[in-house]
């Protein structure tokens, strides 16, 4: 047992350092998903100040999420060398950067290079990753649970600052907006500077629910961490369940993060709905949507996942069919952000689960990364192709229909994978 600073001060009040570890990691998860959400608000100033196009502003929306998602599994090798902390503090940096030196704008290539690659790869070494990672590492029971609050405060945060942030731009700006995304971000670095540590094993713990493990030595070279993941894909690619992972949760990002996330002020916008109440409304989603997904750990634990991953995409699916017959009514669309919210993201934790069965608990998380990525270039193909809808077919049914249709085929695919057979016991042997 530690016997000196924070974590002893924990210990000595019975609490797991873990759980202090989980809440720091809650706090920089949702600042970065806040920060990843906050250009969603600010599409339409930008249209109006400086003249671009719909689809351009996407471009470099797409390009952001896509590194959101490719630097997953080499976020995960970068920790595995560097430290969580380390990593996420690097992490922290980029995204402040990236927003700050955006206010001084005033061409494209400065949105791609500042809001696509600065703040694509700032986001993508804190990506859903790290939830991953933090929860395999400090806990073994108890670990569904962690991994659900850890993704509903990724996927929330994208929401719930939203409001805040529309009504900041209405009043000041986008770039006034931008200094409250910023400031936020900064709370969440110093909370990871002062109380972020890397594995239990550092402050001489066992993880929550198992045994001390000491830490491993650390020797990896530079060309290892860049082989280590690209080795992983491929020994991972070998498998039928990696493929259904990797497809299914690319419809998750093209249903989520990519089309509702990135365009729904736009969308609402296109009804006659307030900027400050459309994001009043993605808000609202983001309160169910963290209930749903940690309701979703709670069952991850418990039941079949293939059959969870089936009733989370098809609900999904039909929900999004359903939205363009609402017309956009304020009581209908309070009812669709309920019923969707709580399936927003509640497709992770039976992923994960499915990932650490099928490939072990060592493997997991880099797997993870990888099924991770496809999310990401699915909800980038939604980013770019909603902007091409609504610029080029003035509206954005058509990419609605496209994606409840591609949730409820993920839907049918989740059940071709085989349900894992556990050892059959041995026979007892004869006297």
């Keep these: 047992m530690t016997t000196s600073g924070l974590p002893a001060f924990f210990a000595r009040r019975d609490i797991h350092y873990g759980w202090v570890v989980t809440a720091v990691t809650f706090l920089t998860m949702l600042a970065t998903a806040g920060a ?74 400065q949105l791609m290079l500042f809001w696509g690659l600065v703040i694509g790869f700032g986001t993508g070494m804190t990506a859903t990753v790290l939830a991953a990672t933090v929860a395999t590492r400090w ?21 719930i600052f939203l409001p805040v942030i529309a009504a900041a731009t209405e009043a000041w700006g986008w770039r006034a907006a931008l200094g409250l995304v910023v400031a936020l971000l900064a709370v969440a670095l110093l909370g990871v500077l002062f109380l972020m540590r890397d594995r239990p094993a550092d402050i001489g713990l066992a993880p929550f ?24 894909l491929r020994d991972a690619a070998r498998s039928y369940v990696f493929w259904v992972l990797a497809a299914t949760f690319f419809v998750c990002g093209l249903s989520t993060n990519g089309l509702i996330q990135t365009h729904w002020v736009t969308i609402c916008g296109d009804y006659g709905v307030a900027p400050v109440s459309a994001a009043g409304l993605l808000a609202f989603i983001g309160v169910f949507d963290f209930f749903g997904t940690l309701l979703s750990g709670w069952l991850s634990d418990r039941y079949d996942n293939r059959w969870l991953l089936f009733w989370y995409y098809g609900l999904r699916g039909l929900s999004l069919l359903y939205l363009p017959l609402t017309g956009f009514d304020p ?92 050892p059959a016991a041995p026979l007892p042997q004869a006297a």
């Design 209 to 232: 629910g198992g045994t001390y493990q000491p830490a491993p030595a650390h020797t990896a070279g530079l060309l290892t961490l860049v082989s280590a993941p690209i080795m992983g």
């Design 139 to 159: 806990f073994v029971s108890r670990r569904g649970v962690v991994v659900g609050l850890l993704t509903a405060s990724n996927a929330t945060g994208q929401l």
């Design 36 to 109: 990843l959400g906050a250009p969603g608000v600010m599409l339409r100033p930008l249209e109006v100040e400086f003249g671009w196009k719909n689809s351009d502003i996407s471009t470099a929306f797409a390009v952001r999420l896509v590194l959101f998602g490719l630097m997953g599994p080499f976020s995960a090798a970068l920790m595995n060398r560097f430290g969580v902390r380390r990593v996420v503090v690097t992490a922290l940096l980029l995204i402040i950067a990236g927003f700050g030196f955006s206010v001084t704008m005033t061409e494209l290539w």
């Design 331 to 422: 009581l209908l669309l309070a009812g669709f952000a309920v019923f969707y919210g709580l399936d927003w993201i509640a497709t992770v934790p039976p992923t994960v689960k499915l990932a650490a069965e099928r490939f072990g608990a060592e493997k997991a998380g880099l797997v993870f990364g990888w099924v991770f990525a496809a999310h990401q270039l699915g909800a980038a193909t939604a980013a770019y192709g909603a902007g091409w809808s609504r610029t080029d077919l003035e509206s954005y049914v058509p990419a609605l229909m496209v994606a409840g249709g591609f949730c409820l085929a993920a839907a049918a695919l989740c059940l071709t994978i085989e349900r894992k057979r556990e």
